[in-house]
T-cell receptor, first 114, second 116 residues
Framework: NAGVTQTPKFRVLKTGQSMTLLCAQDMNHEYMYWYRQDPGMGLRLIHYSVGEGTTAKGEVPDGYNVSRLKKQNFLLGLESAAPSQTSVYFC?????????????FGPGTRLTVT | AQKVTQAQTEISVVEKEDVTLDCVYETRDTTYYLFWYKQPPSGELVFLIRRNSFDEQNEISGRYSWNFQKSTSSFNFTITASQVVDSAVYFCALSGPGNAGNMLTFGGGTRLMVKP
């Protein structure tokens, strides 16, 4: 039981390049989330999904796209990376509504855009 | 909109001292949930506690204790007899139907440094 895993752990991009971050969970959770963590700002929600085939915008969705084609996977895409997207990205999952259930977090992906 | 404020950005204590991390929240929801997470230097987020808005009982878990007071919208976290391994960033978070997807709204975090 690996919990929540994220690929890759580190990445450096040049401005304008694209990439996809992969999140996988093996707990059969319905809800999945992508957050970004910036210094002094805590974590902010980018996009989330309440089930396979569904996605919705969070607090800071601009510049990102997501897909949830399989229940266990939640992909975060950057089509044209910008230096402002330099951050640590965390994926999380929960079996139900985030309040009633604990969110389980992945180890994070550190992304640098130069 | 929901908001969580952790006014202390950094706290430094000497081992064995007690330390309290403050958390103040704002919400219009009548039902909501409060959380504390720990982020050690390794970077992962470790769940510490979840509290719902109807349960104002204080909780103690070993050296950790939490004081939830609805009257002051606060959910403070105390570490008794701190240890070097307690050094980490601690986040308070809030969840409720007022947030899209019941997402967690995080405070900015408090960095705790425990010196030997």
């Amino acid at each position: 039981n690996a919990g929540v895993t994220q690929t890759p752990k580190f990445r450096v991009l040049k401005t304008g390049q694209s990439m996809t971050l992969l999140c996988a969970q093996d707990m059969n959770h319905e809800y999945m989330y992508w957050y970004r963590q910036d210094p002094g700002m805590g974590l902010r929600l980018i996009h989330y999904s309440v089930g396979e085939g569904t996605t919705a915008k969070g607090e800071v969705p601009d510049g990102y796209n997501v897909s949830r084609l399989k229940k266990q996977n939640f992909l975060l895409g950057l089509e044209s990376a910008a230096p402002s997207q330099t951050s640590v990205y965390f994926c999380a999952s929960s079996p139900g509504l985030a309040g009633r259930y604990e969110q389980y977090f992945g180890p994070g992906t550190r992304l640098t855009v130069t | 909109a929901q908001k969580v404020t952790q006014a202390q950005t950094e706290i430094s204590v000497v081992e064995k001292e007690d330390v309290t991390l403050d958390c103040v929240y704002e919400t219009r929801d009548t039902t909501y949930y409060l959380f504390w997470y720990k982020q050690p230097p390794s970077g992962e987020l470790v769940f510490l506690i979840r509290r719902n808005s109807f349960d104002e009982q204080n909780e103690i878990s070993g050296r950790y204790s939490w004081n939830f007071q609805k009257s002051t919208s606060s959910f403070n976290f105390t570490i008794t007899a701190s240890q070097v391994v307690d050094s980490a960033v601690y986040f308070c978070a809030l969840s409720g139907p007022g947030n899209a997807g019941n997402m967690l709204t995080f405070g900015g975090g408090t960095r705790l440094m425990v010196k030997p």
